[in-house]
């Protein structure tokens, strides 16, 4: 491997990890903002699972696992 090779590697290498962490970042500042929410969670506005087993409270497609069964209201 010559130097010019090497040179070239290693600035593609760089320019692919900054525009991955640029990009995260972006996509943090517009989307996640968003639907990140003001105040703390309370037993209300987490997610959770309903009577039909569907997801409540959760705005994304993803869900998470394992999450509790929503609680009745009074």
């Known amino acids: 491997m010559t130097r010019a090779e090497f040179a070239k590697g ?3 290498f760089l320019v692919v990890i900054t525009a991955g962490f640029l990009s ?3 996509v ?3 989307y ?3 639907h990140a929410p003001l105040e703390a969670p ?3 506005t987490t997610a959770c699972v309903g009577e039909d087993g569907g997801w409540k409270n959760w705005p994304w ?3 998470p696992a394992l ?3 929503c609680g009745r209201d009074r």
């Open 10 to 12: 290693s600035t593609t």
């Open 67 to 69: 999450s509790p069964k």
């Open 42 to 44: 309370s037993a209300s």
């Open 24 to 26: 995260t970042t972006y």
């Open 61 to 63: 497609s993803n869900v």
């Open 32 to 34: 996640a903002a968003k």
């Open 28 to 30: 943090d500042r517009q």
